[in-house]
């Protein structure tokens, strides 16, 4: 029964209104995850030899001494992308299907995700390469198995949280405490990890408990979700109680106010919505990579990372803009809707946040003030240009965003056009050469005054690049319409 609900999904797939969107998709992803494999077998040949040959240490012990931070990095990606595949589920609720194999179905099927089983790749070319230098292939085995299997909790973990908000937000404000904690040398907890991990090569016995943990988490989340299993129960979109909610000084403001007000209204209330804000926080502290390799603190990539620093919620706000009103976007082409005006009110929308982001960046001075004024230059630029290139972007967007679904915000299908391909040029390798250049041959100051012109630029001529933006959208109005009137 599992492959023969597999092969419906598959049929599905190739049966679908975007078909042709989903294919090239799918193989762009599947590129992806190949180049992440590759990563991931490198990275366990590099982190082995250098381990062994340059600090001279067991790579295992020390392997072991950070799996503990891998782990946590692992569950907070997973809880933040990764969801259960209930809606195609729910249509054979009503056939003579065991709920018991439908279930079972589910959990399965969050195991065929490339977020599950990615790092394994990098655990077990480790584990070949260790075998391969002398460590004892049952130990060595034991030490694979019990790892893995505790990277595998994390999916049921994900299951069981993933709509207690207030739990998560415990969790990791524990997790944070906890990493402060062993920053300072409070709390040793990277030695606990190398002595539980490495437990499981030194004594091989102990990797049942994992196998054990395992087995109960499924049989916790199969019992969980066989209880919430139903149309009108786990399966139904919560419904709150309808409130009037208005923010009064923007009525002044007209029409522009009036698609601002929803917006913000939109972001308060949904939780789809909700994670734009979050992944926004998120993008705030992408820059933190320059800890990890120079290589980040070169002009192109701070530039880059700027971009993305003060632009995180221009990129996941703003590519999905008609997305976000695809259930009434129909109904508003038949109105006397002023097409300028709701442009307008998402461009002010994402400049209010990115001026906030700018602000919030402020603690990188704190690593180098070159650093704070290459992100101050890539948020002006955002002000001025990447936030009309990204509504730009959303007009090519003809992907609807159900936010009544349960799905996280990260999961739902983004559009890929070659048109949106194109539009990153403007958008992130123009400001990398014109600041790489321009720092190069005159200094930081003429970097950050370079990409400032540029966003001026932008911002003198918005209403003409607006023009340009809105004859896009009338454009593709027709086909968005139909797109978003689509089941698929």
């Not at 969790?171 to 904690?181: E, K, P, R, S």
């Not at 003809?398 to 936010?403: E, G």
Request: aromatic letters at 18%; one cysteine or more; a positive charge.
């Amino acid at each position: 029964m599992f492959f023969k609900l597999l092969r419906l999904e598959i049929k599905s797939f190739f049966r679908g209104t975007s078909v042709g969107i989903n294919l090239v998709m799918k193989i762009f992803r599947i590129l992806g995850v190949l180049y992440f494999v590759a990563c991931l077998i490198g990275g366990a040949f590099g982190a082995f030899y250098y381990i062994q040959e340059e600090m001279h240490e067991d790579p295992l012990k020390v392997v072991s001494r950070f799996l503990v931070v891998l782990w946590g990095m692992d569950l907070i990606f997973k809880y933040i992308v990764q969801q259960m595949p209930t809606q195609n589920i729910k249509p054979f609720l009503t056939l003579n299907i065991s709920k018991k194999t439908l279930v079972n179905y589910a959990l399965a099927k969050t195991f065929l995700s490339p977020l599950s089983w990615l790092n394994s790749f990098f655990f077990i070319s480790f584990s070949l390469i260790t075998i391969f230098n002398g460590y004892s292939f049952l130990e060595i085995t034991s030490w694979l198995i019990g790892v893995s299997c505790l990277f595998y909790l994390n999916n049921f973990i994900n299951i069981l949280f993933n709509n207690k908000e207030k739990v998560v937000f415990a969790a990791g404000a524990l997790i944070a405490v906890l990493a402060g904690l062993t920053y300072y040398n409070i709390i040793p907890l990277l030695s606990y990890s190398e002595v539980f991990f490495y437990g499981l090569y030194a004594y091989p016995y102990i990797a049942l408990l994992p196998l054990l943990l395992f087995i109960l988490l499924w049989g916790i989340c199969f019992w969980y979700l066989r209880k919430e299993f139903y149309l009108d129960q786990g399966l139904e979109a919560k419904k709150a109680v309808g409130k009037t909610e208005n923010i009064v000084f923007l009525n002044k403001y007209g029409a522009l106010g009036s698609f601002i007000n929803n917006d913000i209204k939109m972001l308060k209330r949904n939780k789809v919505a909700k994670g734009i804000i979050l992944g926004s926080l998120m993008f705030v502290f992408y820059g933190l990579l320059m800890f990890t390799s120079p290589i980040y603190k070169t002009p192109y990539m701070m530039m880059f990372m700027g971009l993305f620093v003060t632009g995180g919620f221009q990129f996941l706000f703003g590519q999905r803009v008609p997305s976000f009103d695809s259930s009434y976007y129909p109904l508003m082409m038949t109105l006397n809707v002023p097409y300028k005006e709701y442009i307008k009110a998402k461009w002010w929308l994402m400049n209010i946040v990115t001026s906030f982001s700018i602000v919030l960046a402020l603690f990188y001075a704190i690593l180098g003030w070159d650093i704070y004024l290459t992100f101050f230059a890539a948020g002006l630029y955002n002000i001025g240009v990447n936030s009309q290139f990204t509504l730009w972007t959303g007009a090519f967007n003809k992907n609807q965003i159900d936010l009544n679904s349960k799905e996280k915000v990260m999961g739902q299908k983004n559009s890929f056009n070659i048109k949106s391909l194109l539009l990153l040029i403007p958008k992130l390798l123009l400001p990398m050469a014109v600041f790489g250049v321009s720092q190069y041959f005159g200094g930081m100051t003429a970097g950050v005054i370079s990409i400032a012109i540029l966003g001026l630029i932008g911002f003198l001529f918005r209403e003409k690049i607006f023009d340009i933006i809105i004859r896009h959208y009338k454009r593709e109005k027709y086909s968005t319409i139909e797109a978003f009137k689509a089941k698929n």
